[in-house]
């Protein structure tokens, strides 16, 4: 529920752009570097999920399992 309410349909708004810009960043950034739960939530996009869709549903993924995770940005 809180991937598709929380992250679809609504955290861009609730944040503003620049923020949720720079929370996906990071999010790509730290899976990047392969930090546990970032690279698990790469891992978990789905192959066929179009390129502009990837890192939201990065995203998602962290909303529904890592409630309390950190962020810097």
Do not use: C, W
């Amino acid at each position: 529920m809180l991937h598709e309410t929380g992250v679809h349909a609504g955290m861009e708004t609730m944040l503003g752009t620049d923020l949720y810009e720079s929370l996906l960043k990071e999010i790509a950034n730290r899976a990047k570097n392969g930090e546990k739960p970032f690279k698990e939530a790469h891992d978990r996009v789905p192959y066929n999920t179009p390129g502009q869709n990837v890192d939201e549903e990065r995203l998602a993924y962290l909303v529904n399992n890592y409630k309390d995770l950190p962020f810097r940005s």
